[in-house]
């Protein structure tokens, strides 16, 4: 049984390939249009919250070493969330923004701050 689909493999590797898109004339060339559909996931807003505890210095450092941003815009950062009770963090894909808000909210609590975030739709 075996011998007999590879005698039908090899007879049809010796039969020349027909071409699956035949030009009409000489010289016609066969142009396909390829729809793609593409799935981008919804950014989401990171927000962090002021509290009274939570020392200026664990804010940055959460911002530097789990949100990856530069020391200067961690900072400013910082500042906006004491001054005005909160500030935005930065925009990520639902999932990313879940992973690092459980990491800095870990993290905070390990440390006995308080510091929380919040995730909302952009």
């Known amino acids: 049984m075996t011998n007999f689909f590879l005698s039908c493999y090899l007879e049809s590797m010796s039969e020349p390939l027909?071409?699956?898109?035949p030009a009409t004339s000489p010289g016609t060339v066969t142009v396909l249009e390829l729809k793609v559909k593409e799935r981008v996931a919804p950014m989401m807003r990171v927000v962090c919250h002021d509290d009274p505890h939570?020392?200026?210095?664990?804010?940055?450092?959460?911002?530097?070493?789990i949100f990856r941003l530069p020391h200067a815009r961690a900072v400013e950062i910082?500042?906006?969330v004491h001054q005005?009770?909160?500030?935005?963090v930065g925009f990520y894909p639902l999932t990313v923004a879940e992973r690092?808000?459980?990491r800095a909210t870990s993290q905070a609590r390990?440390?006995?701050?308080?510091?929380t975030?919040?995730?909302?739709?952009d």
């Not at 005005?84 to 935005?88: E, K, L, Y």
């Not at 390990?110 to 510091?115: I, K, R, S, T, V």
């Open 78 to 80: 910082m500042l906006e």
């Open 110 to 115: 390990a440390n006995a701050f308080p510091l």
């Open 117 to 121: 975030f919040s995730i909302e739709e």
């Open 84 to 88: 005005r009770g909160a500030g935005v």
């Open 54 to 65: 939570t020392t200026m210095e664990f804010v940055v450092g959460i911002l530097t070493g």
């Open 18 to 21: 027909k071409d699956p898109f």
């Open 100 to 102: 690092k808000v459980k």
